[in-house]
Structure formats: structure tokens, C-alpha cells
């Protein structure tokens, strides 16, 4: 065989595995979709779970899902964005960024089973509040701050040099420059990356099992605040729709468990997609926003490709 | 026009308390890491100073039976399902996603470019539940149909691992690809090589170390795997005979077991034991990336 030829084989098989992987996604969208059909019906996406009989719905998991996604954002963007802030604007480079960036590697190389864990003697046992959202929260930031940072300080990181010099030449401190005019250039890319980070945390599941329980109890809105019943409450049980699915597979015992598994898997689905259309959406927005020009979506896309 | 005294202390005020709340969280992603290892190195090492067992027993015995007399806490099964089903599954994936980070990279035109970057993207969201309920619903009946036994397997947890894996490697390898300045390409162009033997012989050497710690952080990305393995693997206590044989692995025990067991038991310490075996498997992968980039800066 010429190398031509060999040249022309090895195309045809880079084209094969691009759409392999193409058709893999199409693939996975349509067998969920299909086997969890009907998932859009407001009787199962708000409607209580029932322990025995067939045709309960996902309601009190969906409001766990989505409390504890804003209480651990609540907790984890402005954490992340100082600590994005201390290393791009004031960190002395040399051991102590160093050691907080072995830090921030050892974090994020950890298994979420195991930040689950550390949940369960931190936040459960030692606090003694037993599984809470509020410790689910707790644990899922651990594991979402190392990427937040890294968002956060190279959103910063980004903004143009004489954005700053401008503002400080007009007599601005270093504080009145970074909150007034280095943020507010920096914040399209930091919103893209919190938009991802939270379709993340949504997909999360081992980190919640030890930490926000498997069960949840029967909430009503009228109950006193302080009550486990109540939705808002922070210190109660909260069994997310990940955790749902899982716990329908192993230990599911209503009839229609697979089902409901399914049709939580494609509520799932159409969520991650949601999640990544708003980011992509956000970002173009707001870099038209903030930059007065349609130019500008060009700036971080090409900074992109360079690194 | 100076700014009053007022205004000016109001200023350095503010720039006092900026600083000092960018330092504290700073500081906090030490203290938690820190907390972290001793919390949880605290609770691994009861199996050997309250419980009594011993390390080589647990590390080098492949008989778990907790629930016998005497009870046995051996936990090689564990740890050599976790090493196989994720070199098994880098197996799959690796070459994969190199030959879809050389395709984005030279090959692809734009379009198709912009489709597969999106794809891979929501691939990396898909939650690790939903991938270990396509293990359950598709993959587990598959693997029934042309082995036999149950379908929980060593094969299928490869496979959903691999999936899962996939757009890590890809979009690490794409970047090292990348990085690969234009003029070695061209180089071997007007050497008049093709586009493969240049990519063959040039770009991929040229971007190795990129490379091999896109590979290395899949492997620990599948290592740390709980929910998605643990739904397809069977979880049985038993070393693997094959690849259509169920297994067990660190993160299906302890997603399993830790809540059936009573805390300060020996079980429930042997779990512990293992939580941490995990983490301290993390940080090595971790090392190995830094001396795999301290090579390429050398």
C-alpha cells in the first residue's frame, strides 16, 4: 500500500470514530427520551413518590435537586470567586500560590464517593444534624470549588491589562479597580463557567448518598419552619433525583420502579441539556452586553483555541 | 480634587476587608484539603490500631467475609476490580479520544468542529446515574445475550466507564494537539509526507506528555467512579474469572456497604480503611501528572 493510500484509510477511520461518537450521544438522547416518555407530565414531574403503587411522581426529589443546587451555589461562587480573586490579584507567585494549587489539584482529583464521605464524619456525624441538604450542600461545594476557582481566576486573568491601568490611572484603588472595572469585564466567562458547574452539581449523585440521605420527608408548605416537613428548611433529608435513580435501581421495590427511573433519567437528560444551552446562550449575550459590540464574542472564543 | 479624609480611610478600609476576604478563602481551600486527609486518615488507620488488623492481611487477601467466624477483611478483590475495570476501560477510551482529538484538531472541517466540541461537551454532563442506567437498561442485556450469566460484569462496567471517560481524555489530548507549534506540521509537509505520516511520526510524539496526562487523569477520573460502576458491576465478592464476570470494586463496597455497617465495627473500620486507600490513590495519580509535566518543562 502507497502512503497515499494508507493516508486515505486512516481519514476514513478518523471520520468513522467522529461520528461513532456523533451518533453515540443521538443514541443515548433517544433511548432516554423514548423509554422515559412521558416524563413532561406535570402529574409525575410535581406529583408525590408512592412507596407501593405504580404512577408516583418525582416532586419532592425535584425540589431537593434544585434547593440544593442554589444552596450549594449560594455557598460555593462567592468562596470561589475570593479565592480566584486572592490568587489572580494577590497572591505573591511562589510557595503559598503554590501550595494552594497542589491544594486546589489534590481537591479536585478526589472521587466524589469519597468528598461524600468526608461529608458523612464532617457535616453529618460530627455536627451531629444527621443528613441534611445543607450537608449535601456542603460537601458538593468541596468538590465544585477547585473548578470554580480555576473559572473564576482565569476569567480575571483575561480581562485586558490597560482595562486595569485605566482605571488605576484615574486614581481608583486596587479595590474600587477590581470590583468596578476588572469584575464587571471578567463576569461572561465567570457566568459560563457557574452555569456548567451547576448542570454539574445537578448530575451529582455519590457525593449526596452519605451526605443529604436517600429519603425525604413528606413536605408540606404549611409546616413551621423549623419542622423537617418544611421545603425551605436546610436541616432536613434531602433525597435528590440522581440519588432517586440510583436508589430505584438498587433497592426499588414499586412496580413501575423502572419507569420512574427512566423517566427521572430523561428529566436528567433534558436538564444537562438546558444547562449547557443557557451557558452558551449567557455567554454570547453578556459579552454583547458588557462589551457594546458583537466583536467582542470573538475575544474569548479566540483565547480559547490558543490555549 | 483630593478626596477627604473620611472618603480616604473609607477606601483603605475597603481595600483592607477585599483583601482579607480573597485571603481567607484562599486559605480555606487549604484548610479543607488539610481536613480533609487527616479526617479521613484518622478514621482509615482504626482498622489497625482499634480492630487489630493487619495491613498486609487487607492490602494481599482476596477473602472478604465479614459476616464470618473469624470475620475476613481482605480486600484485594476491591482493589483489583477498580485497577481492571478502569485500565480496561482506558483500554477502550484512550484510543478513541486520541484519534477524535487528532480528527478535531487536523482533519475535521470547521463545521463538524463546532458540532463535536457541544457534543463532547454534553457528554461530560450526561450524570454518572444516567450512564449506569444505560449500563442496566442496554448494556447489562446485551452482555446477558452473548454470555450468559447475569449481565452484571466486568465488560459492561469497562464499557460505561470508558464512555464516561471519553470526553476527558479527548478534550486534554485536543489541547496538547494543539499546542504542537504550526511549523512542524508544515515542516513535514514540505517534506512531503502525508497528513498521516506527519501526524503519526511528528504531532503525536511532539505532544506526548499532554497526552499521556489526559490519559492518566481519565484513569483516575474512572477510578474514583462510584454510582455508574456500582450499578452495572454486580458486586459480587469475588475476584473476576473473566471479562463477563461480576466483580467488585473500592467504590461499589463503599457506596454499598457504609451505611449497613455500625460505626467503630471492624467492617465498618475496614471501610474506612479502604475510603482512604482511595484518596491516597488519587494523590498518587495526581503525582504522576506532575512529574509527567515536569518532564515535558525540562
Known sequence: ?307 | MQPTYAKRRHRRLEEWMGRTFAGICGWLIVLITVTMIVFLAAKGIQSFTDSGLSLSDMLLSAHWDPNGTPPKYGALIFIVGSMLVSLGALLVSAPLALALAIFMNFIAPKWLVSLLKPVLELLVGIPSVVYGWLGVTLLVPLVREWFGGSGFSLLAGIIVLGMMILPTITSIAADALANVPKAYMEASYGLGSTRWQAISRVIVPAAKTGIATGVVLGLARAFGEALAVQMVIGNTMRLPSGLDSPTATLTSILTMDMANTINGTPWNNALWTLAFLLLLISFFFIAVIRLVGQRKER
Open chain 1, 1 to 307: 500500500m502507497t502512503a497515499r493510500m494508507i493516508d486515505k484509510v486512516w481519514t476514513g477511520i478518523f471520520y468513522a470514530v467522529a461520528a461513532a461518537v456523533i451518533g453515540l450521544l443521538v443514541f443515548f438522547f433517544a433511548v432516554v427520551l423514548s423509554k422515559g416518555a412521558g416524563f413532561w407530565q406535570p402529574e409525575f414531574l410535581f406529583g408525590r413518590p408512592s412507596n407501593t403503587q405504580a404512577g408516583g411522581g418525582i416532586g419532592p426529589q425535584l425540589i431537593n435537586s434544585f434547593y440544593l443546587l442554589g444552596v450549594a451555589l449560594f455557598l460555593s461562587v462567592p468562596l470561589s470567586l475570593g479565592a480566584g480573586v486572592y490568587l489572580a490579584e494577590y497572591a505573591k507567585q511562589g510557595r503559598i500560590v503554590g501550595m494552594i494549587r497542589l491544594c486546589l489539584e489534590a481537591m479536585a482529583s478526589l472521587p466524589s464517593i469519597v468528598v461524600g464521605l468526608f461529608g458523612l464524619l464532617a457535616f453529618v456525624t460530627l455536627t451531629g444534624w444527621g443528613y441534611t441538604l445543607l450537608g449535601g450542600a456542603l460537601a458538593v461545594t468541596i468538590i465544585n470549588l477547585p473548578g470554580l476557582t480555576r473559572i473564576c481566576e482565569t476569567a480575571i486573568l483575561d480581562v485586558p491589562a490597560s482595562i486595569r491601568e485605566g482605571s488605576l490611572a484615574l486614581g481608583a484603588t486596587r479595590w474600587q479597580t477590581l470590583v468596578k472595572a476588572v469584575l464587571p469585564a471578567a463576569i461572561p466567562q465567570m457566568v459560563t463557567g457557574v452555569i456548567l458547574a451547576a448542570g454539574r452539581i445537578f448530575g451529582e449523585a455519590a457525593v449526596f448518598i452519605y451526605t443529604a440521605g436517600l429519603t425525604t420527608p413528606m413536605l408540606r408548605w404549611d409546616a413551621d419552619w423549623s419542622s423537617s416537613a418544611h421545603p425551605l428548611n436546610v436541616f432536613r433529608p434531602a433525597e435528590t433525583l440522581t440519588v432517586h435513580i440510583w436508589k430505584l435501581n438498587s433497592e426499588g421495590i414499586v412496580p413501575d420502579a423502572k419507569l420512574i427511573a427512566a423517566k427521572s433519567a430523561a428529566v436528567l437528560m433534558v436538564a444537562v441539556l438546558l444547562f449547557n444551552l443557557a451557558a452558551r446562550l449567557t455567554s454570547s449575550l453578556l459579552a454583547r452586553h458588557f462589551s457594546g459590540s458583537r466583536r467582542a464574542r470573538r475575544g474569548p472564543m479566540k483565547r480559547n483555541k490558543a490555549a
